[in-house]
């Protein structure tokens, strides 16, 4: 076994599969390449012609994982439209909000790793916006398209995959007031805060208020529905 050529696609993998266990044992800041090259088996150089950095291994093993979110790739794979435009959104706001009140502290490190990012060289900042682009950019523009032509949304004057953008980084800044034990801002209740922030987003990127009083009234009754049946059960 030892003897046959591997394959690019393979020692990339074995490469992940090593970075991952590193980062769960040790932090993305308590990992070293060096250290990620040695659980691979692996010279560090050799390490280096498939990932250039630290940052680009940690935003290909965080990739794989948004990939890999059934909730994610179900929404990736429906039709364009003004209600898979408002789920988009809906989505990103519930992922960010939760990730203070959850107990998934790998979670809220990784939104620190984000912010310290910009305030460094940005290298991981930008691999990861690269990533969330390709992953997730095609839909929205196309979605707001669909809205637009509907009559849900006003025509975008700019670049659209801006709005997107704009849209992150609001609900990613909301979040780190919330990462705090004593929160830097007292938003109130999260389903109270998750409302608003949807509300707001989506005006900002277009829609009119009829179409978010019909497309999110509608999801958060069925998310009612949903509560409801599991508090019985």
């Known amino acids: 076994m030892s003897s046959l050529r591997m394959t690019s696609d393979l020692r990339r993998q074995l490469i992940l599969g090593a970075a991952k266990r590193c980062f769960a044992r040790h932090g993305y800041n308590g990992t070293t390449t060096k250290s990620v090259a040695a659980a691979a088996a692996i010279s560090e150089a050799l390490l280096f012609k498939h990932f250039p950095s630290k940052a680009a291994l940690y935003a290909e093993i965080l990739s794989d994982e948004c990939e890999a979110d059934p909730e994610l790739t179900e929404l990736l794979e429906r039709e364009p439209s003004t209600a898979a435009l408002v789920e988009l959104i809906r989505g ?82 909301a979040a780190l007031t919330r990462l705090p034990a004593a929160p830097c801002l007292a938003y109130g209740k999260t389903n109270e805060l998750e409302r608003q922030l949807c509300e707001f987003l989506l005006r900002g990127i277009g829609l009119n208020d009829a179409a978010i009083a019909s497309h999110l009234g509608r999801n958060q009754a069925a998310d009612a529905g949903k509560t409801a049946i599991a508090e019985s059960a």
């Not at 984000?114 to 290298?123: F, R």
């Open 92 to 173: 990103m706001v519930r992922h960010f909000l939760e990730i203070a009140d959850g107990p998934d502290q790998e979670e809220a490190q990784r939104l620190r790793l984000m912010a310290t990012s910009h305030l460094d060289d940005g290298e991981f900042a930008r691999l990861l916006y690269a990533k969330i682009e390709t992953l997730i950019g095609a839909l929205f523009v196309a979605s707001l398209e669909r809205a637009v032509a509907a009559g849900d949304a006003r025509p975008c004057t700019g670049d659209p995959l801006n709005l997107f953008w704009f849209a992150h980084h609001s609900v990613m800044t």
